[in-house]
């Protein structure tokens, strides 16, 4: 599978991207079959992250998480990306990264209901560390910044997905009613111990690819 990757919100941009290092062991455990495309967020960002990027490296991120202008540009730039360098298989998003994913996924799934339009062309999705609920793309076509509810939405997505968080993540609430947009039967969740990162211990390792492997199975097994 050929997967699209969108790191958390001030990642670095040097040769060894920080969402690259973050995942390498986990992409190790799922096997070579898999290629991986990061894409690089364009706005400068001062990075909170210092444990895993040197502080003189530029940081990055896809937009400012409460600018609706920025957002709605990041959602064209995303789009545009798939239909330029695409097909891709799945996607796969790490906190701000995974609610872009989230939400573009949600707006298109919606705009399927809507008037019958294709919907993104990713047979699976992986989000680590969901940092917020989907955005309204209605509101911030209007300027304003709105988030969605599930408990109103219910399930929108209907691919199989995976999800994984931290129980001491701050924002481990977000990730977890960001699951409900995702069908019940077909999402794979894993809650490790840290908090909003992604673990690189073995144990964790190992449990994070048997989840994404599940979602990845449901694919294959068609």
Known sequence: MRFLCLHGIGSNSQASKTFEEQTAAIRYELGNQHTYEFVEGALPWESSIKSVTKTDEPTFTFCDPDQPQSCRQAARDIEGYIKEEGPFDGIIGFSLGATMALSWLVNRYQTKQENGSSVAPFKVAVFFSNARQPYDHNALATDRIAYLDSAEMGTVIDMPTAHIWGSADPQAEEAQRAVNFCDSERRSIF????????????????????????????VERK
């Open 191 to 218: 809650v490790h111990a840290k908090g909003h990162e992604i673990p690189s211990s073995v144990e964790d390792t190992v449990s994070i690819a048997k989840v994404i492997n599940r979602a990845i199975y449901q």
